[in-house]
């Protein structure tokens, strides 16, 4: 190989590692909101105040962290721990932790979230014992979060 091929080689090289880096960029520019949005979610369904996340694009594998666990209110009190996991298929979310909603005073842990056929306008929440569905509009954008105890924290003085 001459002196040219060597010089189209460190081009090729050179071209390569600007394009890695710009891919990176805009990459790490990508909020989790976009990546709700893109997998046919609703943004509402994360509150505001996340910190950094995680996502395998392959796997669907997500990881969300929060300053502090927090309440945010849609028709019943939605708790978010500091530290929400799940996975990611389109339209739904699975073995998710760190989410639970109140219903009568309880706390149930959210153990998945899917949306309806899109035309009807409804998202469920598993809650292991239930279905609970909600509007879809009630998710439109990520809501304000009020810092809050633990709610097992809370349930366990409520006892004592």
């Known amino acids: 190989m001459g002196k040219s091929g060597g010089v189209w080689i460190l081009a090729l090289m050179v071209a390569w590692c600007v394009l890695a880096a710009a891919r990176v960029r805009a990459t790490a520019r990508t909020t989790i909101y976009e990546v709700l949005g893109a997998q046919g979610l609703p943004v509402g369904l994360l509150p505001k105040g996340i910190v950094k996340y995680w996502f395998n694009r392959t796997s669907g594998e997500f990881e969300v962290k929060m300053e502090k666990a927090c309440n945010a209110k ?9 530290n929400i996991k799940g996975i990611l298929g389109y339209g739904r979310i699975g073995k998710l932790s ?3 909603a ?14 309806d056929v899109p035309t009807s306008g409804l998202i469920h929440f598993d809650v292991g014992v239930a279905d609970k569905q909600f ?3 009630l998710f439109e954008d990520p809501p304000d979060c009020n810092p809050q105890d ?4 809370v349930e366990r003085r409520a006892v004592w």
Not at 74 to 82: D, L, M
Not at 102 to 115: A, D, S, T, Y
Not at 150 to 153: A, T
């Open 74 to 82: 849609f028709e019943n009190e939605v708790h978010y721990e500091s």
């Open 98 to 100: 760190g989410v639970s």
């Open 150 to 153: 633990n709610v097992g924290d």
């Open 102 to 115: 109140q219903e009568l005073f309880l706390w149930f842990p959210v153990k998945g979230i899917r949306v």
């Open 135 to 137: 509007s879809l509009s």
